[in-house]
């Protein structure tokens, strides 16, 4: 006998997504926003996955499907927050495209986020992972940029061919992360002036 297929009832359209970021894009921002939160106020020892999913409304398995760790999370949390305002600028000058970067760093650096590097990179004197996930998710990115820049600087006359990059970016961002973590001087605009302009001339040709 033959069977008859099922009939399907008919029942209400989906209704249609509505505007705005899909959930999932809403739930990662969520995370990220915690983690600096709570890192700011708490500092990273205090720092826990489950009070970061309690915070940004999600479950840890939500955490644990973008990032394998706290370590890695924290990064990434302190990389998105800074990326569109430490990216290098293209003014045709090197010196003015190095200093420019540098003040919008500085500027962090004073700012309530400034503790969050600090509470990172004290925390990462004694947590190999999180040091490597510092370099990975926000030093390397930004060393690419710069190394660009430079190459721009080359290209176009202002620096020397066969400059070391690694040498000349270090001697530009040591005196800062210097001054940021010791404190002994004041990290200010008018010693950024002075230290890109000392740097930058012993690399011209």
């Known amino acids: 006998m033959k069977q008859r297929a099922p009939v399907r009832k008919k029942g209400r359209k989906a209704a249609p997504r509505g505007p705005g970021r899909p959930r999932s894009e809403r739930a990662r921002s969520a995370i990220l926003r915690s983690t600096l939160r709570l890192l700011q106020s708490g500092g990273f020892p205090n720092?826990?996955?489950?009070?970061?999913?309690?915070?940004?409304?999600?479950?840890?398995?939500?955490?644990?499907?973008?990032?394998?760790?706290?370590?890695?999370?924290?990064?990434?949390?302190f990389s998105a927050s800074?990326?569109?305002?430490?990216?290098?600028?293209d003014t045709g000058s090197v010196k003015r495209d190095i200093t420019l970067q540098i003040k919008r760093l500085?500027?962090?650096?004073?700012?309530?986020?400034?503790?969050?590097?600090?509470?990172?990179?004290?925390?990462?004197?004694f947590d190999p992972e999180l040091i490597l996930a510092f370099r990975e998710r926000f030093l390397w990115p930004r060393r690419r940029q710069a190394y660009k820049t430079l190459e721009r600087g080359i290209e176009r006359g202002e620096i020397r061919a066969g400059t070391d990059l690694d040498?000349?970016?270090?001697?530009?961002?040591?005196?800062?992360?210097?001054?940021?973590?010791?404190?002994?001087?004041?990290?200010?605009?008018?010693?950024?002036?002075?230290?890109?302009?000392?740097?930058?001339?012993?690399?011209?040709?």
């Open 106 to 125: 500085i500027r962090i650096f004073r700012s309530p986020r400034g503790k969050i590097v600090a509470a990172l990179l004290g925390a990462g004197q």
């Open 82 to 89: 800074s990326e569109l305002e430490l990216r290098f600028p």
């Open 47 to 77: 720092l826990s996955i489950e009070a970061i999913a309690a915070d940004a409304n999600v479950s840890k398995a939500t955490v644990y499907r973008w990032w394998s760790s706290k370590a890695v999370l924290v990064a990434d949390a």
């Open 167 to 205: 040498l000349a970016l270090d001697s530009l961002y040591g005196p800062i992360y210097m001054r940021f973590l010791i404190g002994h001087d004041d990290l200010s605009e008018s010693f950024v002036d002075e230290l890109c302009r000392i740097v930058l001339r012993g690399l011209r040709p």
